[in-house]
């Protein structure tokens, strides 16, 4: 909704058309400062030039549009937005996402499994207020990022910094997951997830995913595995954050997700094989609805001022237009 803090200063318009007026009139007159060359039978000044006249017609719109410029800022324009404030807690979900170097596999649209992961959960997460998202980096050890918040703002510079390999080069899922579970457990909130997204079986760490899952379960934690990638030989290409040094190549993608199926359903959740970012996207906004907590908020009104804005355009107006007449048209000023 847009509008004006003070309306009453578009009143000053009205000296636009009255200073034209008695200027026809011949009631006011612009400051004129004459050097009378014909008293020594000089020639009289006179504009002749075209370009001289464009530039003086230039400088008059720029500073009527200073003026302009200069009364909307007096009026001091505002955008105002709604925005919820929630005052009843909502769900509570940890996203454990695999940074292994086979989720580099560029098999998802021609981006990477892992770039697909984090642009649906950034979808899901500025689309759906309320709830409360965390973030955990699992690979050869697992790390939690972000604890569950609802600072976005927060939430998306991790996200977008994580980073293929950052914690080492296999799949800790059982890691993974008992660091969200850690976390999670001792939340009052009405409702408690972990999503995993992963393309691989578990292959190290010290928590098989199993006991992971169950201590979830029993936590009244649900679990929920998007399995990632598809089959066959796909390209592949990351940097490795600890040397520098790129890999580029073909990676042979076979995993077996009947794993990933028993240890969801082990959970108390779902698995779902995704091979897109559509899928993937379908499949977070699934787990969303299967989980929808309702609130209590209240709105609160948002203002934002444009009247430095509009001020700094008025002011260039002024400069630029005495530019134009000091520097190019030169004007005699007292």
């Known amino acids: 909704m847009n509008g004006f803090e003070h309306p009453a200063a578009f009143l000053f318009f009205s000296a636009i058309p009255l200073y034209y007026l ?12 004459p050097l009378p060359l014909e008293d020594w039978q000089g020639q009289g000044f006179e504009w002749k030039h075209r370009f001289s006249r464009f530039l003086r017609t230039l400088s008059n719109i720029l500073f009527l549009s200073g003026f302009i410029a200069l009364v909307t800022a007096l009026a001091e324009p505002v955008l105002t937005e709604q925005e919820k404030r929630f005052i009843s807690r909502g769900a509570e979900i940890i996203f454990v996402t695999d940074t292994s170097p086979s989720m580099a596999a560029l098999d998802i649209g021609g981006t990477s499994r892992l770039e697909a992961a984090k642009q649906a959960i950034s979808l899901l997460v500025r689309e759906n207020q309320g709830a409360s998202y965390g973030l955990v980096a699992s690979a050869s050890e697992a790390a939690l990022l972000v604890p569950p918040t609802m600072d976005q703002k927060t939430f998306f510079t991790r996200l977008d910094a994580m980073e293929i390999g950052e914690l080492g080069d296999g799949s800790a899922l059982g890691v993974g997951i008992s660091t969200a579970v850690y976390h999670l457990a001792s939340s009052e909130a009405p409702a408690k997830i972990i999503v995993l997204l992963t393309d691989g079986e578990n292959n190290t760490g010290a928590v098989h995913p ?23 030989s796909v390209p592949i290409e990351y940097t490795d954050p600890a040397t520098g040094k790129l890999y580029s190549g073909y990676l042979d993608s076979d995993f077996n997700d009947a794993s990933l199926r028993s240890l ?10 995704v091979q897109n970012l559509a899928s993937l996207s379908a499949a977070l906004q699934n787990i969303r609805i299967k989980n929808t907590v309702r609130q209590s908020y209240t709105l609160k009104q948002k203002k934002r001022s444009f009247y430095a804005e509009c001020t700094l355009i008025a002011l260039a107006c002024f400069f630029a237009a005495w530019i134009l007449r000091r520097l190019y048209l030169k004007e005699a000023v007292s």
């Open 22 to 33: 008695l200027r026809k009139l011949s009631l006011v007159s612009p400051p004129v400062f």
């Open 264 to 273: 969801a359903f082990e959970g108390g959740g779902t698995y779902y094989t």
């Open 210 to 232: 199993n006991t992971a899952a169950a201590l979830a379960k029993d936590k009244n934690i649900t679990l929920y595995i998007a399995g990632i990638g598809t089959k066959g």
